[in-house]
């Protein structure tokens, strides 16, 4: 069975500071697919990025980062230079390929970012 | 290109009452997913589609609760008789294939007083 934790249910930070937002999960499998999603207080749920298992590389994408490393079974999320608009709730998810492909999603991070 | 659409936004209805939420998957999408997401429970997966046939019904929480998906295009979730520990968002979401990047609806806010 699969399992995803986010163990920080809320963060609080001012604007500029960085912040990285934990991602642990659990697989017996070898390839799967990592997740994450964002959610702003209007509710909608927003693709961020995707990472399949054979790919360690970490990526950045303007003030966001990801760091994927199997060894702690760990795909963290950093953002830079925390804006106001980054207030929202972020989810990682677990997808196993070869399953039945169902996501596994964590809890939620709420990260409130003040002015 | 147009993504997830769900309808309606928002419903307000008394218990007792049928409700139907209806959802477009994107366009060449054959997976597709029902979501309800409360504060208590958080996101929890109702139902799974592939290739309109249910794979996984087993997040449904009871008999009041009905989904399907007569063509490619579109899917129902029916909550008959709807009851306030109903009232929750409920999420459509689909992808490409089963594994690939999964989008989501807007959402359909259901409030049952």
């Known amino acids: 069975a699969q399992k995803v934790t986010q163990a920080q249910t809320e963060i609080s930070v001012v604007e500029k500071e960085d912040v990285t937002l934990d991602c642990v999960y659990e697989?017996?499998?070898?390839?799967?697919?990592l997740f994450w999603y964002k959610q702003p207080p209007s509710g909608e749920l927003v693709f961020l990025i995707r990472r399949n298992s054979f790919d360690e590389q970490n990526e950045i994408s303007g003030r966001y980062s990801w760091n994927f490393q199997k060894s702690t079974s760990s795909f963290n999320f950093t953002i830079t230079a925390s804006q106001v608009v980054d207030s929202a709730v972020y989810f990682c998810?677990?997808?196993?390929?070869?399953?039945?492909?169902?996501?596994?999603f964590g809890r939620g991070t709420s990260l409130i970012v003040h002015p | 290109d147009a993504g997830v659409i769900q309808s309606p936004r928002h419903e307000v209805t008394e218990m007792g009452q049928e409700v139907t939420l209806r959802c477009k998957p994107i366009s060449g999408h054959n997976s597709l997913f029902w979501y309800r997401q409360t504060m208590m429970r958080g996101l929890e997966l109702l139902i799974y589609?592939?290739?309109?046939?249910?794979?996984?019904d087993s997040g449904m929480p009871e008999d009041r609760f009905s989904a399907k998906m007569p063509n490619a295009s579109f899917s129902t979730l029916k909550i008959q008789p709807s009851e306030p520990r109903d009232s929750a968002v409920y999420f459509c979401a689909s992808s490409f294939y089963a594994g690939n990047t999964i989008y989501f609806g807007e959402g359909s806010w259901l409030t049952v007083v």
């Open positions: 589609f592939n290739n309109n046939v249910p794979i996984d």
């Open positions: 998810a677990l997808i196993i390929s070869g399953g039945s492909y169902i996501p596994t």
């Open positions: 697989t017996r499998d070898t390839t799967y697919y």
